[in-house]
């Protein structure tokens, strides 16, 4: 079943719908209540490879639903150190709780500078409400 | 800015039923309601309803009718009163205006086409249609409910005036009243499964559609996406998808639609010719044989180089792989033969495969 509509103090926003949750010098990014819905029942995570690089601003990959494909955005740049399996093996985790166990990857993160010109919760719902 | 979206007369329905709502054709549809995967289980498992009433229908009479007809449709129109036959209208060069299907009623024949090719239809045939045959667009006053799925029968047998409609073979159509809306009931469909549309007037839909919704068992309503992955499991094709003006039903695999001994509409001499000749391409239908999910527009790989090029894909929620359609050379059409799909740069495995993909069958009742 999907997840109620909610978007946690704790993280910071990417305009594309993507979240970053800083635990100390690695971050764990995923997609939004907002992003889930707008893309329907996920059934495919094309992951990048741990070790790989990402980079703020830029695709490090792909959630599918059945009608659509939607690039995930890294919200900051680093190398990637875990991929969450779960995801890959039943990808509508990410409908059911996309700010737990809907996790996309974990990255070690080169510049957490750029954390700041994230948006907090409330300036992301304000960002949603002019859509 | 885009014209505005046309609703159907069960729009209200489709927002209380919290349906993700899009735009098709140039209406505004259900997309999906609690989730497309499950309402496409429900189709093949138990029932499911569709509202189509986006879809066009254009009614011919009068004298000549059947004659004027067979110069604008391919298939042989050798159908009584009660019943339908699936057939496609061509352009001169063989290109497909529109897949269709006509049925024969007792005073006229109906047409019901895809509601992007209605204009298309209708100016094809105002062209063709002599004096004395009349030529009307019912779209506006016909609304369209599909109920389909193995369990149909159960639902809609509480609400049948007489029970006539339940022994309907395949493609028959008759006329009833189902919860005291006057309907054509037809044993069409295009989701594989077995089931019927019905036809009523416009603004009686919700009545007909509340009362399908309140049987015992009711089916569940299902929208557009469910309604695309079940035909593509079937490997039925669709217009704009794998059908067009730069396609012939040759290639597209619709040989068996078309009266080529006997026919006399616009295209045939193309489509004989093709038929003797062979095309250089065929529409097949594949599955990927590793995980991926092909989208349209994604070239066809065939050692290495493309080939061809990918009209519908989807992840098959029966199958629970990537399954999908494409144009290619015709000898790679043949079932079995490995290709590759260029999904977003990365090269993934498939074979061609024999239509339908999955075990479903719209004769049994």
Request: include cysteine.
């Amino acid at each position: 079943m999907a997840a109620e509509e909610s978007y946690p103090p704790d993280l910071r926003y990417h305009p594309e719908h993507d979240w970053v949750r800083v635990e100390g010098e690695e971050a764990v990014f995923g997609i939004t209540w907002y992003a889930q819905d707008a893309l329907g029942e996920v059934v495919y995570y094309d992951p990048p490879e741990v070790g790989a690089t990402v980079a703020k601003d830029r695709s490090y990959g792909e959630l599918e639903s059945v009608k659509a494909v939607s690039d995930i955005y890294a919200p900051a740049s680093g190398e990637v150190v875990a991929v969450n399996q779960a995801v890959r093996d039943r990808p509508e985790v990410v409908n059911e709780d996309p700010y737990g166990e809907g996790w996309l990857i974990r990255v070690r993160l080169s510049d957490p500078s750029e954390l700041e010109s994230l948006m907090d919760e409330p300036a992301y719902r304000e960002y949603l409400a002019g859509l | 800015m885009a014209d505005a979206l046309a609703r159907t007369s069960l729009h209200g329905r489709h927002l209380a039923l919290g349906a993700r709502m899009g735009a098709f054709a140039g209406w505004e549809m259900p997309l999906h309601y609690e989730g497309a995967r499950a309402e496409h289980r429900a189709v093949r498992e138990a029932a499911g309803l569709f509202d189509v009433s986006h879809m066009g229908q254009l009614e011919v009479s009068g004298p000549g009718a059947r004659d004027a007809l067979r110069r604008a449709l391919t298939n042989d129109l050798a159908i009584g009163p009660g019943r339908g036959q699936y057939t496609l209208m061509c352009d001169a060069g063989g290109g497909v205006v529109d897949d269709l299907i006509v049925y024969a009623l007792p005073d006229r024949y109906m047409l019901v086409v895809n509601a992007s090719n209605a204009a298309a239809c209708l100016e094809h045939l105002d062209a063709l249609l002599p004096e004395g045959v009349e030529l009307a667009d019912r779209s506006a006053e016909v609304a369209m409910l599909a109920l389909q799925g193995p369990a149909w029968a159960e639902a809609l047998r509480p609400l049948l005036a007489t029970p006539a409609a339940l022994e309907l073979e395949y493609f028959e159509i008759a006329e009833d009243l189902v919860a005291g809306v006057p309907c054509l009931i037809a044993r069409t469909g295009y989701t594989g499964e077995p089931g019927v549309e019905l036809l009523c007037p416009w603004d009686e839909a919700p009545r007909l559609w509340d009362a399908l919704m309140a049987v015992d068992r009711p089916p569940a309503p299902a929208g557009l996406v469910a309604r695309d992955t079940l035909r593509l499991e079937m490997g039925y094709p669709l217009y704009g998808q794998e059908l067009s003006r730069a396609r012939t039903p040759i290639e597209a695999g619709l040989r068996w639609a078309c009266d080529l001994e006997g026919g006399v509409f616009a295209g045939v001499d193309v489509l004989r010719r093709q038929a003797e000749e062979g095309t250089p391409e065929r529409l097949a239908a594949f599955r990927m044989t590793e995980p991926g999910i092909p989208r349209p527009g994604q070239d066809v790989l065939v050692e290495g180089r493309p080939a061809g090029r990918v009209t519908s894909g989807t992840l098959s929620p029966c199958l629970e792989v990537g399954i999908g359609m494409a144009y290619v050379p015709a000898p790679v059409a043949a079932p079995g033969t490995d290709i590759a799909i260029d999904v977003r740069g990365k090269t993934k495995s498939a074979r061609t495969a024999r239509r339908p993909l999955v075990g479903a069958s719209p004769k049994p009742s």
